[in-house]
């Protein structure tokens, strides 16, 4: 049983530039959520996905949109990239609203 | 913002030590929950506790919450090499909806 799986593990782009990362969750969930973690620092709640819709945003600006599909899998976009956008971007799932998040590797995006 | 705040934020011990972190957070919460991360990979949950509870035990791991302190601490007993890892905290506040809160974690090294 996959657990959530992300691509690309590891990304390079310039400032100005627009970056799409992939998610896909594990098996029998439904929810997806996005969270940026800078060096040293822990997650930050980007947004969460339930039944295609964005369901709830944290602090981050429009540049951030997101996509989720019809198999719960999700999309995140970041357009207009500004060298503090470079972080680990992590998607996790859950079968439901609340409870544990189950995590993928991450994304680590590095922009110059 | 961050809602948790985990202590310390390094701890060395040695294989066979106990290892006691502790996480303090701001406001009424749901529940709390504790997460393993290994060196820029993707967190993994350990242990949830409900606000409604004061200690939960899954193998060597002891988590007790004080919700009038605001506060929590995870005891791993028997530490392994393998327990290297950062450790954090999140919380499922009662007024953040579906997003999860995560401290800035306590790194902790485990030598042989």
């Known amino acids: 049983d996959a657990g959530v799986t992300q691509s690309p593990t590891h990304l390079i782009k310039t400032r100005g530039q627009q970056v799409t990362l992939r998610c896909s969750p594990k098996s029998g969930h439904d929810t997806v959520s996005w969270y940026q973690q800078a060096l040293g620092q822990g997650p930050q709640f980007i947004f969460q996905y339930y039944e295609e819709e964005e369901r709830q945003r944290g602090n981050f600006p429009d540049r951030f949109s997101g996509h989720q599909f019809p198999n719960y899998s999700s999309e995140l976009n970041v357009n207009a990239l500004l060298l503090g956008d470079s972080a680990l971007y992590l998607c996790?799932?859950?079968?439901?609203?609340?409870?544990?998040?189950?995590f993928g590797n991450g994304t680590r995006l590095t922009v110059t | 913002s961050q809602q948790g705040e985990e202590d310390p934020q390094a701890l060395s011990i040695q294989e066979g030590e106990n290892a006691t972190m502790n996480c303090s957070y701001k406001?009424?919460?749901?529940?709390l929950q504790w997460y393993r991360q290994n060196s820029g990979r993707g967190l993994v949950h350990l242990i949830l506790i409900r606000s409604n509870e004061r200690e939960k035990h899954s193998g060597r791991l002891r988590v007790t919450l004080d919700t009038s302190k605001k506060s929590s601490s995870l005891l791993i007993t028997a530490s392994r090499a393998a327990d290297t890892a950062s450790y954090f905290c999140?919380?499922?506040?009662?007024?953040?909806?579906?997003?999860?809160?995560f401290g800035k974690g306590t790194s902790l090294l485990v030598t042989p």
């Open positions: 406001t009424s919460i749901n529940n």
């Open positions: 999140a919380t499922d506040a009662e007024n953040s909806g579906y997003a999860l809160n």
């Open positions: 996790a799932s859950s079968p439901g609203t609340f409870g544990p998040l189950h």
